[in-house]
């Protein structure tokens, strides 16, 4: 065999591209920027290069990179007034409506970004979905949306980073959603968290607990997966309308629970259980929201008490959240739109849009407080507690859309 002399070490990491071997980067955004190409591994993308003169044209910008967590830093400011927000790989929020006046003004935002591609190991990936194959969330770059009624950036600093992580479990109202109008809570909750702890997404639509574990989603969570972390579990609208022998809510589902359980323990995390958002399903009365799960709210609660688990009920809040906003205002939570707006009528009463997603979000922040969970100390100082019973206004809530618009109704119900 042959011996591998440093000089030959040192040659194949100078022929190695500078995105796979940097830990950190920094981009001046007042100064034009390649488009995204293979070769420099970082630049603008997904839309045409804005004209940086102007400083008001939304845009993306991605940087190819290994997986891990990034802390990322943006300056905000321009010759102009600027109002920005800024989301990260498939839609998160992670700084809405900044806002800097003329010139000399700016700001500091800062947050973690998890990216992450299908990789497992050598003899094992995560099976992705078809439609997943389009998402930003499993490529090999860290992809930003700076957005806004007139983003301005000024400069960019991106470095990897070792700190806590908080994992998602779910389906379509957990996953996050790669296109306008639909959104969901674990796209939103990243808002409220600061820039020491990461969230990493891996919910998809029309996911039961048993096919995210068949998926190795599990997997591959836990392949990184380690003491201090946490992982948030909500399923319930896909198992209920799984049929074969022994599913159901009180055998196959709680099963299934008891394997995340088990399996996170082993590496030392923390788990914690949110029972299934509510559908808007009123009763004849048009004020009482119908409960459409069935046994599955309960089943997961009874696992949660016999194992000690902390238990987030957004069964219970949601329910408080639809039927404070009433049966006509309670759509404008959901994927309700005219045809005028999408080209089609959409009528959706599972899936919510950014609105509703964002209180759902907060409902979750506030379930986390409620718990004392220790991923309280890492919420932002502007968190403002809520009640589900007295939500946002709707007519109020400011979303700068993003240009990636898709009317077919995600996977699940």
Same mark, same amino acid.
């Given at each position: 065999?042959?011996?591998?002399?440093?000089?030959?070490?040192?040659?194949?990491?100078?022929?190695?591209?500078?995105?796979?071997?940097?830990?950190?980067?920094?981009?001046?955004?007042?100064?034009?920027?390649?488009?995204?190409?293979?070769?420099?591994?970082?630049?603008?993308?997904?839309?045409?290069?804005?004209?940086?003169?102007?400083?008001?044209?939304?845009?993306?910008?991605?940087?190819?990179?290994?997986?891990?967590?990034?802390?990322?830093?943006?300056?905000?400011?321009?010759?102009?007034?600027?109002?920005?927000?800024?989301?990260?790989?498939?839609?998160?929020?992670?700084?809405?409506?900044?806002?800097?006046?003329?010139?000399?003004?700016?700001?500091?935002?800062?947050?973690?970004?998890?990216?992450?591609?299908?990789?497992?190991?050598?003899?094992?990936?995560?099976?992705?979905?078809?439609?997943?194959?389009?998402?930003?969330?499993?490529?090999?770059?860290?992809?930003?949306?700076?957005?806004?009624?007139?983003?301005?950036?000024?400069?960019?600093?991106?470095?990897?980073?070792?700190?806590?992580?908080?994992?998602?479990?779910?389906?379509?109202?957990?996953?996050?959603?790669?296109?306008?109008?639909?959104?969901?809570?674990?796209?939103?909750?990243?808002?409220?968290?600061?820039?020491?702890?990461?969230?990493?997404?891996?919910?998809?639509?029309?996911?039961? *607990?048993?096919?995210?574990?068949?998926?190795? /989603?599990?997997?591959?969570? $836990?392949? +990184? =997966?380690?003491?201090?972390?946490? !992982? %948030?579990?909500?399923?319930?609208?896909?198992?209920?309308?799984?049929?074969?022998?022994?599913?159901?809510?009180?055998?196959?589902?709680?099963?299934?629970?008891?394997?995340?359980?088990?399996?996170?323990?082993?590496?030392?995390?923390?788990?914690?259980?949110?029972?299934?958002?509510?559908?808007?399903?009123?009763?004849?009365?048009?004020?009482?929201?119908?409960?459409?799960?069935?046994?599955?709210? *309960?089943?997961?609660?009874?696992?949660?008490? /016999?194992?000690?688990?902390? $238990?987030? +009920? =957004?069964?219970?809040?949601?329910? !408080? %959240?639809?039927?404070?906003?009433?049966?006509?205002?309670?759509?404008?939570?959901?994927?309700?739109?005219?045809?005028?707006?999408?080209?089609?009528?959409?009528?959706?009463?599972?899936?919510?849009?950014?609105?509703?997603?964002?209180?759902?979000?907060?409902?979750?922040?506030?379930?986390?407080?409620?718990?004392?969970?220790?991923?309280?100390?890492?919420?932002?100082?502007?968190?403002?507690?809520?009640?589900?019973?007295?939500?946002?206004?709707? /007519?109020?809530?400011?979303?700068?859309?993003?240009?990636?618009?898709?009317?077919?109704?995600?996977?699940?119900?």
């Amino acid at each position: 065999m042959k011996t591998i002399t440093k000089k030959l070490i040192l040659s194949l990491l100078i022929s190695l591209p500078l995105q796979m071997t940097a830990q950190s980067f920094d981009f001046d955004l007042s100064k034009s920027q390649p488009v995204y190409n293979e070769k420099d591994g970082f630049g603008y993308d997904i839309l045409p290069a804005p004209q940086v003169k102007n400083n008001s044209e939304p845009f993306y910008f991605s940087v190819k990179v290994p997986d891990g967590n990034y802390r990322v830093k943006v300056i905000i400011g321009g010759k102009k007034n600027s109002n920005t927000t800024i989301r990260a790989e498939g839609r998160r929020l992670m700084a809405e409506n900044i806002t800097t006046q003329k010139v000399k003004d700016t700001k500091t935002i800062e947050f973690v970004v998890n990216k992450r591609s299908t990789y497992i190991s050598e003899n094992k990936q995560v099976k992705i979905k078809p439609r997943e194959k389009d998402y930003m969330t499993w490529d090999d770059k860290l992809t930003l949306e700076f957005n806004g009624t007139n983003p301005a950036i000024k400069s960019l600093h991106i470095e990897k980073v070792d700190v806590p992580t908080i994992y998602l479990c779910g389906n379509s109202t957990v996953v996050d959603q790669n296109y306008e109008p639909w959104a969901s809570w674990g796209q939103m909750i990243t808002r409220w968290f600061g820039p020491e702890v990461a969230i990493s997404n891996h919910a998809e639509s029309g996911l039961t *607990a048993r096919t995210f574990i068949a998926s190795f /989603r599990l997997d591959k969570i $836990l392949a +990184d =997966l380690r003491k201090g972390d946490f !992982v %948030f579990v909500e399923f319930g609208h896909n198992d209920e309308k799984e049929k074969r022998p022994g599913d159901g809510a009180w055998y196959h589902y709680q099963y299934q629970l008891k394997i995340f359980i088990d399996e996170v323990r082993a590496k030392g995390a923390e788990i914690v259980f949110c029972t299934p958002t509510q559908r808007r399903a009123f009763e004849k009365d048009n004020k009482t929201i119908s409960n459409t799960h069935g046994d599955f709210p *309960a089943a997961m609660k009874m696992v949660a008490e /016999r194992e000690n688990i902390p $238990l987030i +009920d =957004l069964n219970q809040k949601t329910k !408080v %959240f639809f039927e404070t906003l009433g049966y006509e205002d309670s759509k404008r939570a959901l994927v309700h739109y005219p045809k005028s707006m999408y080209g089609r009528e959409l009528a959706d009463n599972t899936h919510f849009n950014p609105y509703g997603a964002y209180e759902v979000a907060k409902c979750v922040v506030m379930g986390i407080k409620e718990l004392q969970l220790p991923i309280v100390k890492y919420l932002r100082p502007d968190w403002q507690d809520f009640n589900p019973a007295q939500p946002d206004d709707w /007519r109020t809530f400011q979303w700068a859309p993003s240009r990636m618009v898709e009317d077919v109704k995600p996977d699940g119900n």
